[in-house]
């Protein structure tokens, strides 16, 4: 059921980033030339005063019409936004924020695509936390298991050190292997001391917090939860990752009062969205077989390049002014990343 979960996800990520696009009706039943939404007088094939087309539809073919035309077309616009947005970011961006619009996907439309899209691929290729984490029971089964198995190999090594010619090579690597082995059995036997039989999660973690204790409680008894609601969150509060962004990309400005905050938050969503696109490009490759060397060096080196040339064509910077700045904000992401990461953790535990 996850194909199909995935592929939900999928067409809802589109037509919902459809919606964030101002839609154009096509033909369909009017009403005298009357707006049907706010009831003013029409002046053309939209009204003139709430900006709704003047024919509507009402059939069952239109709505399947829609959804197809949502998926699958995007209006045409995504396909004049993605090559911009991965060879071009800053021109892009610059068209964009100087009113050229009815071309391009909008920035938060472009994200919400994206981050569906991503999540979709995670569930298709089978990507997600796992469902139970070892509960104390198969934690000490796991233990005693490695213990007589540890055992059994000391034992053995002990006999065969018996037969050994003294001083032999043989001998010496008997010796090696049978300290080696008492001392791995000692760190087994020390274990429970120092987990108390659980999981390895730590316990008895106390803030006087009641809300907050009570998630704690219910992570340590379920980290597989844990894991799945963290995972959840990310996906329902991705949106965050703009608003945590804005403020340090302002700081990068602050001095140039020509930039806004419109400006960034359009710098900031569709970086985001360059982002998961990569992130979903970098997982498909790998499912593919290209090598782990190529999927290593495209995720280290695509993100920083690709912000350089955004800031860069955006805020129409000189080379060493844009590299300065990009420096800047690779540091201010792993902050960023810090802060989401702290929110997601507090949603799981609180929520």
């Known amino acids: 059921m996850g194909e199909f979960d995935a ?7 589109t037509l919902l980033a459809r919606a964030v696009e101002r839609s154009d009706a096509h033909d369909g039943d009017g009403h005298g030339g009357i707006c049907l939404n706010c009831g003013t007088e029409l002046l053309g094939p939209h009204c003139h005063r709430c900006g709704q087309v003047g024919h509507v539809h009402r059939t069952i073919g239109a709505i399947w019409h829609e959804i197809l035309h949502g998926v699958v077309h995007f209006e045409g616009k995504l396909w004049n936004t993605l090559p911009l947005l991965t060879f071009r970011p800053g021109e892009l961006t610059r068209r964009y924020i100087f009113g050229e619009r009815a071309h391009f996907v909008s920035p938060m439309a472009m994200f919400l695509f994206s981050v569906f899209t991503m999540f979709a691929v995670l569930q298709i290729m089978g990507v997600s ?3 139970e984490v070892g509960s104390t029971a198969q934690f000490e089964q796991g233990l005693q298991f490695a213990r007589n198995n540890t055992q059994e190999a000391l034992a053995d090594a002990r006999e065969a050190r018996t037969s050994a010619k003294p001083g032999s090579e043989r001998a010496a690597k008997l010796d090696a292997k049978i300290a080696k082995l008492s001392t791995d059995l000692a760190e087994l036997n020390r274990i429970p001391t120092t987990l ?3 999981t390895g999660l730590p316990s008895g973690i106390k803030t ?3 809300r907050l204790d009570k998630g704690i409680e219910k992570m340590e008894r379920n980290p597989g939860l844990a894991l799945y609601k963290l995972q959840t969150n990310s996906y329902k509060f991705s949106w965050a ?3 945590l962004s804005i403020p340090f990309v302002w700081m990068l400005f602050a001095w140039r009062r020509q930039y806004r905050g419109y400006d960034h938050a359009v710098f900031v969503t569709y970086s985001l969205a360059f982002m998961s696109l990569l992130f979903i490009a970098l997982m ?3 499912a593919l077989g290209v090598p782990d060397d190529a999927i290593a060096t495209i995720a280290v080196f695509a993100p920083p390049v690709h912000i350089f ?7 129409r910077l000189r080379g060493w002014k844009a590299l300065l700045r990009t420096f800047a904000l690779l540091i201010f992401i792993s902050i960023i990343v810090t802060l989401f990461g702290l ?7 609180l929520g």
């Open 7 to 13: 592929a939900g996800d999928l067409v809802t990520g």
């Open 129 to 131: 936390p796992p469902a």
């Open 196 to 198: 108390s039989g659980r």
């Open 208 to 210: 006087g917090w009641k």
């Open 241 to 243: 990752l703009i608003p």
């Open 284 to 286: 498909i490759g790998a």
């Open 309 to 315: 040339f955004q800031m860069k064509g955006a805020y």
């Open 343 to 349: 929110l997601l953790l507090g949603l799981g535990l």
